[in-house]
């Protein structure tokens, strides 16, 4: 069995593509094999990712546009059974030198984790490195939690191990924004997860990517909402869609009861949580997802644009339902 396969899918990335191909050939890690699927681009990237002589590059073209879910999927259950490990590359990203090391002694050492992603900076020029950065959950706990809120990884950083597509999970091709944020949530169900501390990635900034796409703005808050919905049922909450996207993404004005009614329903969500699931995290994690908590409710109501001088009947509700946290510090944090 081989050890490694690097799978690049690739649409109308010219300008990028040879920034990405040389960052995975330059790996310090060699032994793998990279694939470059090109999804019928009307620029020459098929061209530039012909331009390489090396045995380890193997270049496709599919014979229409299937876009991303499908891409991936055909090319994980073509080559998934003959290696160890398969990670992900995008055409407009960069990997670090020591990446794929990094990754494969991690998974080499951990057995029971059968997905590794790594941090990364978000760049609009890729020469430029910011001076803060946010920061992903490296431990499945954590991981498990936050995929109610992110995606929780780069999806250009992930590494597989190949037993996790034994049980059948695969991008789900319906998906057209966020088809990794949909996976990992089944992922992380079956089997452990985890990020690497390390930052091993340069993610290009894209307006025109997949979800940044200002027309396809709309299509990939539902597609979120749908995600999350779906995923609180597996932790006992029943939102419908509708509601999640209400709650996490709306920026349309609420009055006073409509906003009550779904404050109502999210606060009953984090009380839920909080007994039955924080209580299983050391005091640190608990501690940082109440705060979460807490900033989830204030930008809620921030973005209803209701006055929180004006909302006394809000502020009953929120100080007789809360349960996560004492008033004390629920104060503190809405004020701060």
Request: net charge neutral; aromatic share 16%.
């Amino acid at each position: 069995m081989k050890r490694l396969a690097v799978i690049m899918p690739v649409y109308n990335a010219s300008q990028y593509i040879d920034l990405a191909i040389k960052s995975t050939l330059d790996q310090s890690f060699k032994d793998f094999d990279l694939y470059i699927i090109d999804d019928c681009s009307i620029d020459d990237s098929l061209t530039k990712a012909n331009n390489y002589d090396d045995s380890r590059v193997f270049v496709f073209k599919n014979d229409k546009n299937l876009g991303i879910a499908r891409t991936l999927n055909e090319a994980i259950k073509k080559i998934y059974i003959d290696y160890e490990y398969i990670a992900r590359m995008d055409a407009d990203d960069y990997s670090y030198p020591n990446r794929f090391k990094l990754q494969i002694d991690f998974l080499d050492q951990n057995s029971t984790v059968n997905l590794c992603g790594t941090q990364g900076y978000w760049l609009k020029d890729m020469q430029v490195l910011p001076d803060s950065n946010w920061v992903y959950p490296t431990r499945h706990s954590d991981i498990k939690f936050d995929l109610m809120f992110s995606a929780c990884f780069g999806h250009s950083s992930v590494m597989f191990r190949c037993t996790v597509f034994n049980d059948s999970l695969f991008y789900n091709e319906s998906i057209q924004t966020c088809e990794d944020w949909d996976l990992w949530t089944r992922i992380v169900l079956k089997h452990k997860v985890a990020n690497l501390p390390d930052f091993l990635m340069k993610y290009r900034i894209v307006n025109t990517s997949n979800h940044r796409a200002e027309n396809k703005q709309e299509q990939h808050f539902k597609e979120r909402s749908s995600i999350i919905s779906k995923y609180l049922e597996n932790f006992d909450v029943h939102l419908d869609p509708n509601t999640v996207f209400k709650c996490y993404y709306s920026v349309e004005p609420l009055n006073n009861i409509e906003f009550q009614k779904y404050l109502k329903q999210i606060i009953e969500m984090f009380n839920s949580l909080n007994k039955d699931y924080l209580k299983l995290m050391d005091d640190n994690s608990a501690k940082n997802f109440r705060y979460r908590f807490v900033r989830f409710i204030l930008s809620f109501w921030k973005r209803t644009n209701l006055s929180s001088r004006n909302s006394l009947g809000v502020w009953f509700l929120v100080l007789n339902e809360v349960e996560f946290i004492n008033n004390y510090r629920l104060l503190k944090h809405l004020y701060r």
